[in-house]
C-alpha cells in the first residue's frame, strides 16, 4: 500500500522533563521525514514564568497549552492533506511532557476541549490517531541531565514535582517505551522500528 494512503498519525515523544524528548523527538521527525512541534515553544509566558520561579504546572495551566498543541499538531496534517505535491506517510512528531492520562487524552483528540462551553458542541476533531514513545528512566540520571543542561528554564528542582505528576502511559494502547540511558541514536532507531511495528511503515 503506497504510504500516503495510510491513515495519518501523530507521534508524541513524552517524559519528564529533561528526558530527551527534544533531542530524540527532533531527530526522528527528520528520520521520518515528518514536521515536528516542540510542546515547550508553545507555552504561554505565564506558563514559563511560573516553571521559571520554581513552580510546578497545575492541570489548569496545562489544559489550554495542551489544546494549543493538539491544534497545531492537526494544522500540520491538514496542511499535507491540502498540498497536491505531499507524497509521504501523512502525520507529525510531538515532543511534550504529557505526563498524566488526561493530557494524553487531549493530545489524542479524544477528550472535549475545555475551552469549548458546554452548550456547544465540540469542533469535530481531525481523525488523527496518536502513538506514543516514552522515555523511562530513573531518577538520578534525570537529575544529572537536567543539572548538566545549561541556559534552560526548568531547573534540575523541579524535576520531583515532574515525577510526582507522572502517570506511566505503558498499559495503554499504542506505546513504545525507549530506555534513558540509551545513545540518541539508538533511541531515535527504536522508536522508529516500535512506531512502524504499531502504525505501520512510514
Ligand atoms: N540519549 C542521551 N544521552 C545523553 N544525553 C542526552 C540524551 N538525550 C538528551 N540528552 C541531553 O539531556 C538534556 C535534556 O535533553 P532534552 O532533549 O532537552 O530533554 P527534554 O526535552 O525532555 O527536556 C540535554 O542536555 C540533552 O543534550
Ligand atoms: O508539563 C510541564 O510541567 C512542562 O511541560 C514540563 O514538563 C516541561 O518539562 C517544561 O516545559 C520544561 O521544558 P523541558 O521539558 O525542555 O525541560
Redesign the pocket.
Known amino acids: 500500500m503506497d504510504v500516503s494512503s495510510k491513515h495519518p498519525v501523530l507521534i508524541l515523544v513524552m517524559?519528564v522533563?529533561?528526558?530527551?524528548?527534544?533531542?530524540?523527538g527532533s531527530l526522528l521527525a527528520d528520520s521520518l521525514a515528518l514536521p515536528f512541534v516542540d510542546a515547550?515553544d508553545l507555552h504561554p509566558k505565564e506558563n514559563v514564568a511560573k516553571m521559571s520561579s520554581g513552580h510546578p504546572l497545575t492541570d489548569e495551566d496545562r489544559f489550554p497549552w495542551l489544546e494549543i498543541v493538539r491544534k497545531a499538531a492537526e494544522q500540520h496534517v491538514l496542511e499535507q492533506d491540502a498540498d497536491p505535491n505531499f507524497r509521504g506517510r501523512r502525520g507529525v512528531v510531538v515532543?511534550c511532557s504529557a505526563l498524566k492520562k488526561k493530557y494524553r487524552d487531549i493530545l489524542r483528540g479524544v477528550d472535549k476541549p475545555r475551552s469549548v462551553p458546554e452548550h456547544l458542541d465540540p469542533p469535530h476533531p481531525h481523525d488523527l490517531p496518536a502513538y506514543i514513545a516514552y522515555?523511562k528512566g530513573d531518577r538520578d540520571l534525570l537529575f544529572d541531565?537536567?543539572h548538566?543542561?545549561k541556559n534552560h528554564f526548568?531547573k534540575a528542582q523541579m524535576l520531583d514535582s515532574q515525577l510526582t505528576d507522572l502517570e506511566s502511559p505503558e498499559e495503554e494502547p499504542g506505546v513504545v517505551v525507549i530506555r534513558l540511558e540509551?545513545?540518541?541514536e539508538k533511541?531515535v532507531s527504536d522508536a522508529r522500528d516500535g512506531l512502524t511495528k504499531l502504525a505501520g511503515s512510514f
Open positions: 517524559g522533563s529533561g528526558s530527551g524528548k527534544s533531542t530524540i515547550d515532543a522515555i541531565r537536567m548538566n543542561r526548568m540509551d545513545s540518541t533511541q
